[in-house]
């Protein structure tokens, strides 16, 4: 699979969901105090980001 979520820790200790495509990050959330709030995030990105419209301010 070319991409993936991945949980890791930051310097602060906190957990920090980061989303790889290809090896390369393309955005990460916030840090958690807890993983599951970090799993949490996860699933809200999975659920709502499909319908996410694109907007665009270059104009």
């Not at 991409?3 to 890791?8: A, D, G, N, R, V």
């Amino acid at each position: 699979m070319a991409h993936k979520f991945l949980i890791k820790k930051n310097k602060a200790g906190e957990f920090v969901a980061y989303f790889v495509y290809n090896s390369e990050t393309i955005f990460w959330t916030e840090g958690y105090t807890s993983k599951a709030s970090a799993k949490n995030a996860i699933e809200s990105i999975k659920k709502n980001g499909p319908d996410a419209e694109t907007d665009d301010q270059t104009d």
